[in-house]
């Protein structure tokens, strides 16, 4: 089965264009050379593209080595700073969001002040419960015996 269509064949598709090619008019030449390079300024285009988000980049992970002996009082106090740390993080974006909105006339301070309340009474509920976690942890730390070092 043939590709190209019946009176088109590769030796005569490279015939036509040496014959076009051979007439020497520059101005063809320069529209030839112009459509290739788009086409291929095109496909490099899309090749370039397919590449672009395909796979994680280098991704470097901080962690914070901790002593063997923490209490769990002093997990919890950690958790809890963490925590304001991450709100503080939050509040700052949602403000840099909300001056955007402002720019552009988007109403959101109604939206904001639900979601605001919402957003408290999760974060109390949390401390809270972190709170009594806390004060568990140090009753149990005071009742427990202390351990016997070993010596060296």
Same mark, same amino acid.
């Given at each position: 089965? +043939? #590709?190209? $269509?019946? $009176? /088109?064949? $590769? !030796?005569?598709?490279?015939? =036509?264009?040496?014959?076009?090619? +051979?007439? @020497?008019?520059?101005? !063809? &030449?320069?529209? &030839?050379?112009?459509?290739?390079?788009?086409?291929?300024?095109? #496909?490099? @285009?899309? &090749?370039?593209?397919?590449? %672009?988000?395909? +796979? $994680?980049?280098?991704?470097i #992970?901080? #962690?914070?080595?901790?002593?063997e002996?923490?209490?769990?009082? =002093?997990?919890?106090?950690?958790?809890?700073? =963490?925590?304001?740390k991450?709100?503080?993080?939050?509040?700052?974006?949602?403000?840099?969001?909300?001056? /955007?909105? =402002?720019?552009?006339?988007i109403?959101?301070?109604?939206?904001?002040? /639900?979601?605001?309340?919402?957003?408290k009474?999760?974060?109390?509920t949390?401390? !809270?419960?972190?709170? *009594?976690?806390?004060?568990?942890?140090?009753?149990?730390?005071?009742? +427990? *015996?202390?351990?016997? %070092?070993?010596?060296?």
């Amino acid at each position: 089965m +043939a #590709i190209l $269509p019946r $009176p /088109v064949s $590769p !030796k005569r598709a490279w015939t =036509d264009l040496r014959d076009y090619l +051979a007439e @020497g008019r520059r101005h !063809k &030449l320069l529209f &030839l050379g112009l459509a290739a390079a788009a086409t291929w300024a095109i #496909i490099w @285009g899309f &090749l370039i593209d397919s590449k %672009t988000n395909t +796979a $994680p980049g280098r991704q470097i #992970i901080y #962690i914070q080595n901790w002593s063997e002996g923490r209490s769990d009082a =002093d997990i919890i106090a950690q958790q809890k700073i =963490d925590l304001m740390k991450r709100q503080a993080a939050i509040k700052r974006k949602q403000q840099d969001f909300r001056k /955007v909105a =402002d720019q552009f006339g988007i109403e959101w301070r109604k939206e904001a002040a /639900v979601g605001d309340k919402r957003e408290k009474e999760a974060v109390d509920t949390l401390m !809270k419960q972190l709170d *009594k976690m806390e004060a568990e942890a140090k009753a149990k730390q005071k009742t +427990a *015996k202390p351990e016997a %070092t070993p010596q060296p």
